[in-house]
């Protein structure tokens, strides 16, 4: 393939945090699962994949907060979702009050 003749795209993301984490749900149309990559360095989320002569990128910066080794990735019907779990301890929690 001929370089000069690719194009490049952004996809639309959209991002969701929780309690226990975060949801990140990217639109990649007619891009096959074989062809979706994705990466996570340095609290950095990379998602690319490829159609043909069209490459699509993404990158999002999340916080220290982000447990990497729990995270999942899932593509289905040309919607990439990745769920990056918090580290245990970046959940919220109830504090006590203790009373006199």
Excluded: C, H
Aim: glycine share 10%; hydrophobic share 40%.
């Amino acid at each position: 393939m001929n370089e000069m003749n690719s194009s490049f795209s952004v996809p639309p993301v959209d991002v969701f945090e929780g309690d226990r984490g975060w949801q990140v749900l990217a639109d990649l149309p007619g891009v096959a699962g074989e062809d979706v990559q994705v990466n996570f360095e340095r609290g950095v989320l990379s998602l690319s994949g490829r159609r043909g002569a069209t490459r699509y990128a993404r990158q999002l910066r999340f916080g220290p907060d982000v447990d990497a080794d729990g995270m999942e990735a899932r593509f289905r019907a040309g919607v990439l979702q990745v769920d990056l779990p918090k580290l245990e301890r970046a959940k919220p929690r109830q504090i006590p009050v203790r009373t006199a």
